[in-house]
């Protein structure tokens, strides 16, 4: 306290030299959301090396991430669109009908590549329709139409699939799910990779950048000479393209296809989002909080599923994870202020 | 009992690292109109919040009709008539005016059920009694600035206030709706009420107050009767420094024809819009709020097209259909709302500064965030930005240095017409000499510069040309400046 007072002194009387480079400040450094983050991970890991004597090496601990990629993949688009102030609830419909498209091509066809093409462009397309419609009406909330497009996004599935399922891919497809370098399965491989690429993308780019301003004031931004349109259905379609490839990986790995798979997984994705830190309101958090988040729910949940919980305790422990998520920064602050007053 | 209704005496409040009242003084006659002024942040948005109960002052004693008071909250202060009518509204704009009068003191009948006859007759006398036949069943976002204002002041009557604090109500006013406000201002006088009148406008305080108090730097400089100061004292007071001449406007030879408007329209807003623009020349564009003024200049910047009508850069037709567009053409625009349009409040200031540049730091797609800062700073300290570091959160600065701020962030595009849209609005006396420094350095330079502005006294200071508009065209073209006055503008303007 004593030592801002100084600086502002300084500045006070008339001197205008504007610092350009702050040094490396140990409380900024350990106030961050991550640490907090890192804490729950190893106390959920402690807990489930406790309850599983298969879990505490390397092979246990990497084989479970399995249990989470599916939604993994889909949860770094979702950071840029929370980031942008709004939200994609049809994700979990995108990979159903993505998959049911996958499935009936193969049908026709045979062939799994373009099987998989045509998933993956239904996924593109679901994902511009979203982008479209809220860039040519910005006045509705990405709420209600990503709400409608998910309803109906999974009545087309439901209307193709009806309650069928679709199997008998080629081997070499189920490997996509199953396959692993060493120890390390493909998914997990995909995932890293994609962090880093996330990463870059938000925090290195001018996409990134304006992205950021978005999700801060869209009027801003705008005046800025920034093509806020065009972000927004870049983004939505990326979101859709990778709900594609997540429903891929969700059909290799139950190695069929059904129209009502994934429910609910917009919950688990929009969840891990939040819990890294990425401000509901837009214009604020980091990817290396949302990878880190996807750890601790994955693992959470899985090490839930050790002991047999059931889905019903599991959905309440991360509801709970997630007030305490969103609570914690307004603490911190309030915290803060009892500090100035005294 | 003193002659004074309300006595501030030895008031200071600090907050942490700061002194932001510092052994302050203010008094209040029963029945009078005082003006406080001084430049932003010298205390007097701190001074209000005491004054309201919003903050508890460290020291110093509160006088409210010879009786020593501790207001404790907001609502303790209304409850001992005192009112407040801030800058920017406090108003709910999807409620109609009656149940914006009412807010927090409901009429009930005697079911306890809502008295919607008796608030509705009721805010219409209110309405009246202060000149007005603003409908109590409109809904507020539908009504004019102007017409809030009112309402505002209503609901400040509709609580009993005899103490009402009005801080800067006249800031987004045009000239015609300012003499209205004056009129009810002084009616609230006339019926014994007495009236904290902020502003930026010596106009108003000539108009209204007898007596001005200035604070400067959080601290009380003084008390004086308005006509016992001329205008340079009272700037120096407020200054702290003798600003000699406020219009630092240098004599350029105009060049070549820079930017041509020509038969630019928008039903509803605008029609047959056209001028010339040429390099070196300040074109000031005035005319009452309403005429469309800003309209005209986000129709050539992309923001809002129009309908019809062509712009030309150095005699090519462009094709604007976005702000990015034209800031490629090289056109920039200081929008008029600051903290809602120009800055990310959030952000700090280097973020703010590069926002439209990016290109000019990205190397491999990647944004160099080193050189970024580094041309932030250099940016920030031309235009004088009182700031200590690129990181510095821009809500935290004083609306003079956002301005600022905003200036650097245009001035770092390649640009060769910059337009300002009210440039000094809610900016001290200081920071404004600064800015018109700047816009006359950029002429000087061999920019084009439109300035767009509602304060007669900074057109008719630093304009070669002045365009003026009325209801959406354009009502007249002054091209030789040195001889127009105040009065021919006001012609050209209003429906006389």
């Not at chain 1, 942008?84 to 498209?101: F, H, K, P, Q, R």
């Not at chain 1, 129209?259 to 609910?264: E, F, H, K, W």
């Not at chain 2, 903050?55 to 010879?66: A, F, M, S, T, V």
């Amino acid at each position: 306290m004593a030592k801002d007072f100084e600086r502002q002194a300084v500045s006070a009387d008339g001197t205008r030299t504007i610092i350009a480079n702050r040094g490396f400040s140990s409380k900024r450094f350990f106030l961050q959301w991550e640490w907090m983050l890192v804490l729950m991970l190893v106390a959920v890991n402690i807990f489930n090396i406790s309850s599983s004597s298969n879990y505490a090496n390397a092979r246990g601990i990497l084989n479970a991430t399995r249990d989470f990629i599916d939604k993994a993949i889909v949860v770094f688009p979702m950071a840029f669109v929370l980031m942008l102030g709004e939200i994609d609830i049809s994700v979990a419909s995108i990979m159903a009908l993505s998959a049911t498209i996958m499935g009936i091509v193969f049908e026709a066809t045979g062939n799994m590549f373009i099987a998989i093409i045509a998933a993956l462009l239904t996924g593109v397309i679901c994902g511009l329709i979203n982008g479209s419609i809220l860039a040519k009406f910005p006045e509705l909330s990405s709420m209600i139409v990503t709400l409608s497009t998910q309803i109906i996004f999974r009545g087309i599935a439901q209307i193709i699939l009806e309650t069928r399922s679709i199997g008998g891919f080629p081997s070499w497809f189920g490997n996509i799910a199953s396959g692993k370098v060493g120890l390390v399965p493909y998914g997990l491989i995909f995932v890293v990779a994609e962090a880093v690429f996330f990463a870059y993308l938000l925090h290195m780019t001018k996409f990134g950048r304006r992205t950021i301003a978005m999700g801060n004031s869209v009027t801003v931004a705008k005046y800025s000479g920034i093509k806020t349109n065009k972000i927004k259905v870049i983004i939505f379609t990326v979101v859709g393209l990778f709900s594609a490839i997540a429903g891929i990986y969700l059909s290799s790995k139950m190695s069929s296809v059904r129209s009502d798979v994934a429910r609910g997984y917009e919950l688990d994705i929009i969840a891990m989002v939040v819990l890294g830190g990425i401000s509901t309101s837009g214009g604020r958090g980091r990817i290396l909080g949302t990878s880190l988040a996807i750890l601790v729910i994955g693992y959470l949940r899985y090490g839930l599923g050790l002991i047999n919980a059931t889905s019903q305790i599991i959905m309440i422990v991360v509801g709970l994870l997630l007030i305490i998520a969103v609570a914690i920064p307004n603490l911190k602050n309030s915290l803060g202020q009892i500090k100035i007053l005294k | 009992m003193s002659e004074y209704v309300l006595e501030l005496k030895n008031i200071t409040k600090i907050f942490p690292g700061v002194k932001a009242l510092d052994d302050v003084h203010f008094s209040l006659k029963k029945g009078e109109i005082h003006a406080l002024m001084g430049e932003n942040g010298a205390g007097k948005s701190t001074f209000i919040k005491v004054i309201t109960g919003v903050h508890i002052p460290d020291e110093g004693e509160i006088i409210l009709r010879g009786e020593k008071v501790v207001f404790k909250d907001p609502r303790d202060a209304q409850q001992k008539s005192i009112a407040a009518i801030y800058q920017h509204g406090t108003l709910y704009q999807h409620l109609t005016v009656t149940e914006n009068i009412f807010i927090g003191h409901e009429k009930l009948t005697t079911f306890k059920t809502l008295d919607w006859t008796k608030m509705h007759k009721e805010a219409k006398e209110l309405l009246r009694g202060l000149g007005s036949d603003i409908d109590p069943k409109a809904t507020m976002g539908n009504l004019t600035v102007a017409e809030q204002q009112v309402v505002e002041i209503a609901k400040a009557i509709s609580t009993n206030a005899d103490i009402i604090i009005m801080d800067e109500p006249t800031a987004a006013l045009s000239k015609r709706e300012c003499e209205e406000l004056y009129t009810i201002t002084q009616r609230l006088r006339d019926e014994g009420r007495s009236i904290i009148f902020i502003s930026h406008r010596f106009e108003d305080m000539y108009r209204l107050a007898t007596r001005v108090t200035v604070f400067r730097d959080s601290k009380y400089i003084g008390t004086w009767g308005v006509n016992d100061l001329t205008n340079d004292q009272l700037i120096s007071k407020m200054v702290g420094r003798e600003i000699k001449d406020i219009y630092p406007k240098q004599e350029v030879k105009q060049g070549a024809e820079i930017l041509r408007v020509d038969g630019l329209s928008k039903t509803g807003y605008y029609k047959d819009v056209s001028f010339t623009l040429h390099k070196g020349e300040i074109l000031a564009v005035t005319g009452l709020v309403g005429a469309g003024r800003s309209e005209v200049f986000q129709g050539v910047m992309g923001i809002e097209k129009p309908d019809s009508g062509q712009v030309f850069l150095e005699g090519k037709k462009l094709d604007i259909k976005n702000v990015q567009d034209a800031m490629n053409a090289g056109i920039g625009y200081l929008p008029e709302d600051r903290q809602r349009q120009g800055l990310i409040l959030d952000w700090g200031l280097g973020y703010n500064v590069t926002l439209s540049t990016l290109e000019k730091y990205t190397k491999a797609t990647i944004i160099d965030k080193r050189a970024e800062r580094v041309s932030a700073k250099d940016l920030l300290e031309e235009v004088k930005t009182k700031a200590l570091s690129v990181y510095d959160k821009a809500s935290s600065l004083s609306g003079g240095n956002q301005q600022k701020v905003i200036v650097a962030k245009v001035l770092n595009s390649d640009l060769r017409v910059v337009i300002l849209d009210e440039p000094t609005k809610g900016v001290d006396v200081g920071a404004k000499a600064q800015i018109y420094e700047i816009m006359s350095g950029l002429a000087a330079k061999g920019y084009g510069v439109i300035m767009i502005s509602s304060e007669m006294p900074e057109v008719l200071g630093m304009a070669d040309t002045i365009l003026v508009m009325k209801e959406g065209r354009v009502s007249k073209i002054f091209n030789d400046c040195k001889n127009v006055t105040q009065e021919q503008i006001l012609e050209a303007a209003m429906n006389i």
